[in-house]
């Protein structure tokens, strides 16, 4: 099980971002095509049309990924004109 963080970032004004959840959204969609691809004989034609069905679900997910921190770093750029960032370490780790 993957943990994931409650919030993409939180601002200095208070207000978190939520991470988007494309991945889970399109998971159902992607399994049942990678099992698809799984069945299909090799070499076949069937399964080059599978295996392209595959990666384009994936490529969809990996562009609305990319399209989304576009926005958000447009977005955080244009709102204001100093921005810091702050990257929670642990502590644990750094102490030995």
Not at 4 to 16: I, K, Q, Y
């Amino acid at each position: 099980m993957v943990l994931e963080p409650p919030n993409f970032l939180v601002r200095s004004d208070g207000e978190a971002v939520r991470a988007p959840r494309y991945y889970r959204a399109r998971e159902r969609k992607q399994r049942r095509a990678q099992r698809q691809l799984s069945r299909k004989p090799k070499g076949s034609r069937n399964r080059a049309k599978a295996r392209r069905r595959v990666a384009k679900i994936q490529e969809r997910t990996a562009n609305l990924r990319r399209e989304f921190l576009h926005q958000l770093s447009h977005l955080i750029v244009i709102t204001w004109s100093v921005i810091c960032f702050e990257a929670k370490c642990p502590v644990g780790g750094a102490i030995r």
